[in-house]
């Protein structure tokens, strides 16, 4: 959805702000989720609830919090946009405000994704420039008794690597004469839990190392065939790197695993005094690409049966199943073609992917971060901490495409559902470059219980600093007399 209010003094200058109404599931608020959405209910019972931790109850209780699901992620936000909109028709801004309200933040970003060729068409049939994307997205990891303020430059990318681990299918009364994928799965698994060397940095600023996110086997019943099949998907962010980085990286990490159960299983065969024609032949697990597995299986099979493969797979697999396990499907279809292939794993990508962004460099956007942060500590007492990229991550991603296409193309030639069930347009994004910045008020504990917003933060300090905000850029943007 959007809004758009034109300055009566005609200029071209035009703020965007940005904003998503969804919210994540309240499945773990348990008996409290009839209130989970009431924020005055909700603090009473954060205020009153004997097993709470003590310094959650005594910021609730004395420090003047609003608890309940959406109250920092990001109703507040929203909120925030609509009271400058309304400021906006008002005729108090020398510039235009574009208000872009998105749904599925919090899963796929679909709304933000089909906005993107929107923004271009509004541009053009508007006659406006836009001179940033204001995002107020909260504040997340503040300490427990710090207040400080945050201010954004930039937002870190995200990509979901998905691992496809086939085994070898067998009895369980043989467990030799085949390999079970939960074994390649766990192996795998320990190789990428929070591994640190995966994590980025950039301008000291680091990002988390990755985690799973979901691990499973793809049998569709019980029986006593052991599962030759599973999937590991994992969250990895990102900051500079670029596709053909990330996949070396991710390649390299498989390959440890891909040595490590090797090794693992032939210790335990030789253990078990156990023979099997299969494992004392000696085998090798591979380590591929889905591009590759693609290639491989076109070589075996031709381009129309493998097309016709993915295809199948997708019109067979229901409509509302997760794009994450439609993603694995694929990627097992073309398995299923090179029956002969395996063991190995099989490095995809699975939706969502957000590109990083970062506007530290921008010369309009540094004047307009140094005046916010006196402004913050000379009128409010306020501390304004910048920072160069916001760890939540955010549709801010998708205010412009900042690495050349083919630096991405390893991502997405490696994601089973692109531009079939899952995309955006990388043309019209590429063309896109919008600054951008994020502030928005102090919050705690995003996606929990304790979920809460600080009041006094949001209405006495960020709204101000909101409208500031954007004041100076629509100034610092208007050409020069």
Known sequence: M????????????TVILLSHFDVVPVDEFGPWQGCAFDMEQMTRVLAKEDSIPVAIWNEVTHGGWLGGRGSMDMKCGLA???ALVERATFGQFEGNVLLVTVPDEEANSAGMRAM???LGHLQAQLGIRYTCMLNSEPVFSSPIGKQDHVLYTG???KVLPGFLCCGKETHVGEPFAGMNATMLASVLTMELELNNQLSESDRGEVTPPPTILWQTDLKRQYSVKVPHRAVVFANLFLLRRTGAEVESALLSVMQRAATRVESLYRQRYSDSGMHSDWASRGFKVQVMTYRELWRYAVSQNGQAAVESAVQRCLEQTPESADARLKSALCAEALVDLCPWLGPMYVLFFAPPYYPAVCSSDHPCLENVVEDLAQYACTQHQVNLVRKHYFNGISDLSYAGLQQPIPAVKAIVDSMPTW???YSFPLQELAQMDIPVLNLGPLGRDAHQ????LHVES???VTFDLLDRAIRKLLAASAPQA
């Open 449 to 452: 219980i304790s979920e809460r």
């Open 419 to 421: 531009n079939r069930d």
């Open 458 to 460: 949001a209405w006495a």
């Open 155 to 157: 937002s870190m990318g």
């Open 116 to 118: 993107i060729p929107v």
């Open 80 to 82: 925030l946009h609509l």
């Open 2 to 13: 959007s809004a758009f209010v034109r300055s009566p003094s005609g200029r071209p200058e």
